[in-house]
């Protein structure tokens, strides 16, 4: 069985992320989303609100499995019997830090390999940073995220917005 890791922070996950993860799910029999539970890592979203977002977009994906960890993303995939990391690359300026990754992480385990997804065309400019910001900004970003994502960073803000002005 070919076991792969897409590993990230996934803060909150998008239609870039879930672009790479339907891509993987072509070439692997299993693909386990791994979510960094790390704290030196400062997310927006904690990690159990990321998990279930991920979840409930993943719920139909068979080959699927949603899981957290910490420490070594390396050390992880021994674990969960992988020998493969995914990770999806935009633009070329992801190439510098994703290449540092890749052979850091090769150095730790050299039986770890990294493949590389070139993201779509459509998610090439898109991040989780940006969907916050856009999103906290009043934009809309219906088309860039799952829709349980959208409904919950809307709540979210609807929420802050009561409170602002309470
Ligand atoms: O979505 P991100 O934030 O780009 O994901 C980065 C991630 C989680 C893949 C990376 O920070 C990571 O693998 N962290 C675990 C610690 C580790 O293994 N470090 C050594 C290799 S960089």
Known sequence: ??????PG???PITNGHLDILNRATHLFDKVIIAVLSNPIKNCFF????RLELIKATTAEMP???????????????????????IRGLRALSDFEHELQM???????NPNIETIFLMCSLEYAYLSSSLVREISFLGGDISDVVPKCVNEYISKLREKRFTNDYK
């Open 102 to 108: 890749a052979q850091a992480n090769k150095s730790i």
């Open 1 to 6: 069985m070919r076991i792969a890791i897409y």
């Open 9 to 11: 922070s996934f803060d």
């Open 46 to 49: 904690g990690v159990e609100e």
């Open 63 to 85: 080959k699927v499995e949603v899981d957290s960890f910490d420490g070594l993303t390396v050390v992880y995939a021994v674990k969960q019997n992988a020998s493969i990391l």
